[in-house]
């Protein structure tokens, strides 16, 4: 039994020892280098060029602009293709832009035979722009004098929805006797992914077809999207796709590859490569959503949830990328969560800046709507004078919920047991009575913060995976899976698999964890929390088809049928439990038997048509300096339910680092910008991100119940682990303060407005 065992990362050697090779590994020794150029305002047009002085620099090999490129727009989102033109993603960018919507939107290209000549020669090209104002926000967006940023969207607003749960109204809610209502306006920034390897790829020609190496989670869609954007065949590119040291959803998106695919056309096939800085990947790939909420939550005195109000605005910036797919997304929590027992009224937009392009980070949406649901119900629960962990337990769904309007259901349900082993694991009920009215400098706090998550992406979007596995001389099994390891253990989680589903040890897997769109099985990438789940059941479809044909041959030889075979660590038995044969034994004669030679393969498709929620609560201790305006986490505890856990050390690794990543949403990550929606902090020392000196213990708890559409039984925890983290931190300073913060970051400068605004600050007193 392999599946629940926490064995060894599978790449742990070779990334540990540097024999992992990323992008910078394989790229041709003579590649040219491009250097993209950055328009200097974020809103405007481009008029022309002078290159003269650029074109003058030694080592140039090309240059060129927006007015150069094909005349194609095509989508960057790592969504798969619809075959329904109604439902495919937003085609608004072109290889170069001649209408800039966004600050260092790219307008031009230098190719030349080394970095620096390609830098040189990118600071001297001059362009001629004439500069419209930026817009900043939704709102001003949506003015009626606003400058469309997109022909196709004169009002700016990529996408409205809307929807109603229930069979009451929000004004009914308001008029049932002995009621509590609440209402507020939330807010989070954007945020970057941070991860650590850059934008990176490289492209050349082999004959007619284009080959791109690149650090990305959607080698098949960057296939895709190239062939798109080139105008060319699909088939005449051909992607690969190494290791990769991080993406968390930056890398779900097609950011360079398209240009770097035309650019070896310009060049008669030769090498190219563009490796964005740190600066230009933190300001112009993509950002997480920043959001605006106005909400409303009535409740009865004894703390039912009666009705909740819900207006989002999305700060989409100047591209569409993932479309209003997160903006609905966020607005689903609030169904997904709770129940209302009238109405639940929702009404989201997605709307054009002049901001950088957001896409997909880590938890699509649910991080900012878990934030602004779980801040509106705990300072319902204030207002109630209610224990805010008893009113969730009150008004949380139950086990068998289905979501009214996209029928994903829960068909296994852990939420009460996970809130009950947090709820142990903090002390919740002592610590919240011994931290209630606190006075003095120094104060602490207990809060929490329920999620719900999908497993994938049905029935929005096409789900599907395939897996191949080849059975060698050796009796070992080398596996082919079109999903991406990105850093997350996706690999290590496939060979458990593999292993099961065949009857083998896990050593004697071997997992290809390098993607070539030209020979590895069609999948469509690594997001969504859907690799155990989707691409898991690919993989033991394959397992046991492969086992199955292990075991007829076994039988051949045998000169019996396969019935009552088995295979347990290789070995072969029979059905008196006695050792026929070994795997090996089958593998060397079915490759080389003069009468039977066969070559044992299998691979298998799985068209997944169902979909499971993952559910979960994170409980933070903080310890609140209010002169000083800090917040420190003492401890944060976060509990999983996501079914059966496959590799338990990786799952707990895997929610540490999602952990961390709350953490920083919720204490100090900002991109900051200027009034021309120039980016003011795009760099690791300006951005902060938790150190290790930031981050407190961090304890993982997971309640295992075994869900019955998985193939093992598993649910999603990619994303997750940091979805509640900053919501659950907020509500401990309520806790600890009394004083509801209505937006992320909470940093020093904001607590303290805060604080003395509630009058908690006042010369050296303290109250």
Same mark, same amino acid.
Request: glycine share 8%; hydrophobic share 40%.
């Given at each position: 039994?392999?599946? @629940?065992?926490?064995?060894?990362?599978?790449?742990?050697?070779?990334?540990?020892?540097?024999?992992?090779?990323?992008?910078?590994?394989?790229?041709?020794?003579?590649?040219?280098?491009?250097?993209?150029?950055? $328009?200097?305002?974020?809103?405007?047009?481009?008029?022309?060029?002078?290159? =003269?002085?650029?074109?003058?620099? #030694?080592?140039?090999?090309?240059? *060129?602009?927006?007015?150069?490129?094909?005349?194609?727009?095509?989508?960057?989102?790592?969504?798969?293709?619809?075959?329904?033109?109604?439902?495919?993603?937003?085609?608004?960018?072109?290889?170069?832009?001649?209408?800039?919507?966004?600050?260092?939107?790219?307008?031009?290209?230098?190719?030349?035979?080394?970095?620096?000549? $390609?830098?040189?020669?990118?600071?001297?090209?001059?362009?001629?722009?004439? $500069?419209?104002? $930026?817009?900043?926000?939704?709102?001003?967006?949506?003015?009626?004098?606003?400058?469309? *940023?997109?022909?196709?969207?004169?009002?700016?607003?990529?996408?409205?929805?809307?929807?109603?749960?229930?069979?009451?109204?929000?004004?009914?809610?308001?008029?049932?006797?002995?009621?509590?209502?609440?209402?507020?306006?939330?807010?989070?920034?954007?945020?970057?992914? &941070?991860?650590?390897?850059?934008?990176?790829?490289?492209?050349?020609?082999?004959?007619?077809?284009?080959?791109?190496?690149?650090?990305?989670?959607?080698?098949?869609?960057?296939?895709?999207? &190239?062939?798109?954007?080139?105008?060319?065949?699909?088939?005449?590119?051909?992607?690969?796709?190494?290791?990769?040291?991080?993406?968390?959803?930056?890398?779900?998106?097609?950011?360079?590859?398209?240009?770097?695919?035309?650019?070896?056309?310009?060049?008669?096939?030769?090498?190219?490569?563009?490796?964005?800085?740190?600066?230009?990947?933190?300001?112009?790939?993509?950002?997480?959503?920043?959001?605006?909420?106005?909400?409303?939550?009535?409740?009865?005195?004894?703390?039912?949830?009666?009705?909740?109000?819900?207006?989002?605005?999305?700060?989409?910036?100047?591209?569409?990328?993932?479309?209003?797919?997160?903006?609905?997304?966020?607005?689903?929590?609030?169904?997904?969560?709770?129940?209302?027992?009238?109405?639940?009224?929702?009404?989201?937009?997605?709307?054009?800046?002049?901001?950088?392009?957001?896409?997909?980070?880590?938890?699509?949406?649910?991080?900012?709507?878990?934030?602004?649901?779980?801040?509106?119900?705990?300072?319902?629960?204030?207002?109630?004078?209610?224990?805010?962990?008893?009113?969730?337990?009150?008004?949380?769904?139950?086990?068998?919920?289905?979501?009214?309007?996209?029928?994903?259901?829960?068909?296994?349900?852990?939420?009460?047991?996970?809130?009950?082993?947090?709820?142990?694991?903090?002390?919740?009920?002592?610590?919240?009575?011994?931290?209630?009215?606190?006075?003095?400098?120094?104060?602490?706090?207990?809060?929490?913060?329920?999620?719900?998550?999908?497993?994938?992406?049905?029935?929005?979007?096409?789900?599907?995976?395939?897996?191949?596995?080849?059975?060698?001389?050796?009796?070992?099994?080398?596996?082919?899976?079109?999903?991406?390891?990105?850093?997350?253990?996706?690999?290590?989680?496939?060979?458990?698999?593999?292993?099961?589903?065949?009857?083998?040890?896990?050593?004697?897997?071997?997992?290809?964890?390098?993607?070539?769109?030209?020979?590895?099985?069609?999948?469509?990438?690594?997001?969504?929390?859907?690799? =155990?789940?989707? &691409?898991?059941?690919?993989?033991?479809?394959?397992?046991?088809?492969?086992?199955?044909?292990?075991?007829?041959?076994?039988?051949?030889?045998?000169?019996?049928?396969?019935?009552?075979?088995?295979?347990?660590? @290789?070995?072969?038995?029979?059905?008196?439990?006695?050792?026929?044969? =070994?795997?090996?034994?089958?593998?060397?004669?079915?490759?080389?038997?003069?009468?039977?030679?066969?070559?044992? =393969?299998?691979?298998?498709?799985?068209? &997944?048509?169902?979909?499971?929620?993952?559910?979960?609560?994170?409980?933070?201790?903080?310890?609140?300096?209010?002169?000083?305006?800090?917040?420190?986490?003492?401890?944060?505890?976060?509990?999983?339910?996501?079914?059966?856990?496959?590799?338990?050390?990786?799952?707990?690794?895997?929610?540490?680092?999602?952990?961390?990543?709350?953490?920083?949403?919720?204490?100090?990550?900002?991109?900051?910008?200027?009034?021309?929606?120039?980016?003011?902090?795009?760099?690791?020392?300006?951005?902060?991100? #938790?150190?290790?000196?930031?981050?407190?213990?961090?304890?993982?708890?997971?309640?295992?119940?075994?869900?019955?559409?998985?193939?093992?039984?598993?649910?999603?925890?990619?994303?997750?682990?940091?979805?509640?983290?900053?919501?659950?931190?907020?509500?401990?300073?309520?806790?600890?303060?009394?004083?509801?913060?209505?937006?992320?970051?909470?940093?020093?400068?904001?607590?303290?407005?805060?604080?003395?605004?509630?009058?908690?600050?006042?010369?050296?007193?303290?109250?």
């Amino acid at each position: 039994m392999t599946v @629940g065992q926490s064995i060894p990362r599978v790449d742990a050697h070779a990334k540990v020892t540097g024999t992992a090779q990323y992008v910078g590994d394989l790229e041709p020794h003579d590649a040219y280098f491009a250097k993209i150029v950055r $328009a200097p305002v974020a809103n405007g047009l481009v008029r022309g060029f002078d290159l =003269t002085a650029a074109q003058a620099v #030694p080592n140039v090999v090309r240059i *060129l602009t927006c007015f150069d490129v094909p005349d194609i727009q095509f989508p960057t989102a790592g969504h798969p293709w619809s075959l329904d033109p109604g439902h495919q993603d937003i085609s608004d960018r072109k290889l170069l832009n001649q209408r800039i919507r966004v600050w260092g939107d790219e307008i031009a290209v230098v190719i030349a035979r080394d970095r620096v000549s $390609a830098e040189r020669a990118a600071r001297l090209v001059v362009p001629d722009i004439e $500069a419209y104002p $930026a817009i900043s926000t939704p709102q001003e967006a949506m003015q009626p004098d606003a400058i469309p *940023l997109h022909e196709e969207r004169p009002n700016n607003i990529v996408a409205r929805t809307e929807f109603h749960v229930g069979d009451g109204s929000f004004a009914q809610a308001v008029d049932t006797p002995n009621t509590v209502m609440v209402s507020g306006h939330y807010h989070v920034p954007a945020v970057q992914h &941070c991860h650590m390897e850059l934008v990176h790829s490289v492209a050349y020609m082999e004959g007619d077809k284009i080959v791109v190496i690149s650090s990305t989670q959607i080698p098949h869609i960057v296939r895709r999207v &190239c062939g798109q954007a080139l105008g060319i065949p699909w088939s005449k590119v051909r992607v690969i796709k190494p290791y990769i040291g991080g993406g968390f959803g930056n890398k779900q998106d097609v950011l360079v590859e398209p240009l770097t695919a035309w650019l070896t056309t310009q060049v008669g096939g030769h090498a190219v490569k563009v490796e964005l800085t740190r600066e230009e990947v933190l300001g112009c790939t993509r950002t997480r959503h920043a959001f605006d909420w106005d909400v409303q939550a009535v409740a009865t005195a004894d703390g039912t949830l009666l009705a909740r109000t819900y207006r989002g605005f999305a700060n989409q910036g100047g591209y569409a990328s993932h479309g209003h797919a997160i903006a609905a997304n966020a607005s689903n929590v609030f169904k997904q969560c709770y129940r209302d027992r009238l109405s639940l009224d929702s009404e989201s937009f997605t709307v054009y800046t002049n901001r950088p392009t957001a896409g997909a980070m880590r938890g699509y949406g649910i991080p900012q709507g878990c934030f602004v649901m779980e801040a509106l119900t705990d300072d319902l629960a204030y207002a109630l004078h209610m224990d805010p962990l008893e009113f969730r337990l009150k008004n949380c769904v139950e086990a068998g919920y289905v979501d009214p309007h996209n029928g994903i259901t829960m068909h296994s349900y852990g939420l009460d047991q996970a809130i009950a082993k947090g709820r142990a694991a903090i002390d919740w009920d002592r610590k919240r009575a011994a931290y209630q009215d606190q006075t003095g400098p120094v104060r602490r706090g207990v809060g929490m913060a329920i999620f719900t998550y999908k497993s994938n992406v049905h029935p929005f979007s096409l789900e599907t995976a395939s897996c191949r596995m080849v059975l060698h001389e050796d009796g070992r099994v080398s596996v082919q899976m079109g999903a991406t390891e990105i850093g997350q253990g996706a690999d290590t989680v496939f060979t458990q698999m593999a292993a099961e589903s065949i009857g083998l040890p896990v050593s004697h897997i071997d997992i290809q964890s390098t993607q070539d769109t030209d020979i590895t099985p069609f999948d469509t990438g690594a997001y969504g929390s859907r690799q =155990t789940y989707v &691409c898991g059941t690919a993989c033991k479809l394959t397992g046991q088809s492969l086992r199955a044909k292990i075991l007829e041959y076994a039988a051949s030889m045998h000169a019996r049928g396969a019935e009552g075979l088995t295979i347990r660590d @290789g070995i072969i038995y029979d059905e008196a439990d006695q050792q026929l044969c =070994t795997v090996a034994e089958v593998g060397m004669e079915s490759s080389y038997s003069r009468t039977h030679s066969l070559h044992i =393969t299998a691979e298998e498709t799985y068209h &997944c048509e169902q979909n499971s929620f993952a559910t979960g609560v994170c409980f933070a201790e903080i310890e609140v300096d209010i002169p000083l305006g800090q917040i420190h986490v003492l401890r944060l505890v976060n509990v999983h339910d996501s079914g059966k856990i496959i590799n338990p050390k990786l799952a707990e690794a895997q929610c540490h680092g999602g952990m961390s990543m709350g953490l920083g949403y919720a204490l100090s990550e900002e991109l900051l910008f200027d009034d021309a929606c120039r980016p003011l902090n795009a760099n690791l020392l300006d951005y902060k991100i #938790p150190t290790a000196m930031d981050t407190p213990d961090l304890e993982v708890h997971f309640v295992e119940i075994e869900d019955p559409t998985a193939p093992y039984g598993n649910k999603a925890l990619g994303e997750p682990p940091t979805i509640p983290v900053a919501a659950a931190v907020r509500n401990a300073l309520l806790h600890a303060t009394g004083i509801s913060v209505n937006s992320l970051p909470l940093t020093p400068q904001k607590l303290i407005e805060h604080f003395r605004e509630a009058g908690l600050l006042g010369g050296n007193r303290h109250v």
